[in-house]
């Protein structure tokens, strides 16, 4: 039994052309995406496709809402986690594009009472995960534990203290280590710099402008058009909501977006036009981060920056404990990206299915296997 399709209508009312894909490959992409589904068990998935600045396959698969029986849009909402680090990112980039900091400038500079440790650490080394910060949603000895913990609320200062309270995992600079806790203190660096939450920074400067309607900071109380619901797979026959997750964790600087693909179709435009970042910009943000000892590590500020099959990739993945799970990716010299955002947190892995995508779209990427991990 195939998932119901809604496919993207025409005319579209977005302000690029619409492209072509021959119906091979449209056939071929909806079978590999409803297997996959079927297979991982996933509610509900949104896809979009764009190869040369034309939107190639918009389309939505599954369930948005189980319980209600509704399905997936083009337009459903999901909670995008970690791929809210490369707007925080951005963020950052536009206050030093102003002057009003550094990346090599300490968080000390900003934020009151750090550990003396933490003196060393750079901005740049916390867009970077190269900061030994500890993550203080993950570095928990289980999932289990991280789970409670995501329960519970936290003022931004509290949530950090957890951070304060821990030594650094390696001296700063010395290696990649993923941590949440540098976006989350980016985020309270834009507040204390702007005096505005850094969603509503984002929103004023980024999303406001790209006409992103449909992007803003997670709101459990907030009416949201669209909203799909978080899931887990118990088995491949059995799927169950999503943990709680806290208002505040829901919200907070290093994860706490939602969106649509259509939104962050307007967002991959504007990457390639500069209409937000110039590409002396871009290029800081996707270059490989430098350690101590000479080698790079493959994230740059708020993007993972690797080769596929010797072809540059620029992407990020995301996953919310309460059920979501998300994957964007980026080819320049081919012009093409892929988003893929999923109502279900564990097994879905998008980024996997991103992988069998970009062979169907480029049969000449499917050389040997190449590992799409950035984490």
């Not at 999932?143 to 936290?154: G, I, N, Q, R, S």
Request: charged share 20%.
């Amino acid at each position: 039994m195939k998932f119901p399709v809604q496919a993207l209508p025409y005319p579209f009312l977005f302000f690029l052309l619409i492209g072509a894909v021959s119906p091979a490959s449209g056939d071929k992409i909806d079978d590999a995406i409803q297997t996959e589904m079927k297979n991982r068990g996933i509610p509900g998935l949104s896809l979009a496709i764009v190869q040369n600045g034309q939107p190639m396959k918009i389309q939505a698969y599954g369930s948005a809402n189980l319980e209600h029986q509704v399905s997936t849009r083009i337009e459903t909402s999901y909670c995008i986690a970690s791929i809210t680090k490369q707007f925080v990112a951005t963020g950052i980039m536009l206050l030093v594009a102003e002057g009003k900091l550094s990346l090599e400038d300490s968080p000390a500079k900003y934020l009151d009472n750090l550990p003396t440790q933490w003196k060393n650490i750079t901005l740049r080394q916390m867009l970077s995960h190269t900061s030994g910060i500890i993550d203080v949603e993950n570095d928990l000895p289980t999932v289990a534990d991280t789970v409670t913990m995501l329960a519970f609320d936290y003022t931004d200062e509290e949530l950090l203290d957890l951070a304060k309270k821990r030594p650094l995992n390696f001296n700063p600079g010395e290696k990649y280590s993923y941590s949440n806790t540098g976006f989350h203190m980016s985020g309270m660096i834009i507040k204390k710099l702007t005096g505005k939450n850094w969603g509503a920074f984002l929103k004023e400067r980024i999303f406001d402008p790209l006409e992103m309607e449909n992007t803003r900071i997670n709101r459990l109380d907030e009416i949201v058009p669209h909203r799909a619901s978080g899931y887990w797979i118990v088995s491949r026959d059995i799927v169950v909501n999503g943990p709680p997750v806290s208002p505040s964790m829901m919200a907070y600087a290093a994860g706490g977006l939602r969106s649509t693909v259509i939104d962050l179709m307007k967002w991959d435009a504007a990457l390639d036009s500069g209409k937000i970042l110039n590409l002396k910009q871009l290029q800081q943000m996707w270059q490989p981060t430098p350690l101590n000892n000479g080698t790079t590590t493959p994230y740059g500020l708020g993007w993972s920056v690797k080769d596929y099959n010797g072809q540059r990739m620029i992407s990020h993945s995301g996953g919310r404990e309460s059920g979501y799970s998300t994957y964007m990716a980026k080819f320049p010299d081919h012009r093409l990206t892929i988003i893929l955002l999923t109502n279900q947190y564990n097994g879905a892995s998008p980024r996997d299915l991103a992988k069998t995508i970009v062979e169907l779209v480029l049969p000449q990427l499917a050389a040997e296997p190449t590992d799409f991990r950035e984490k």
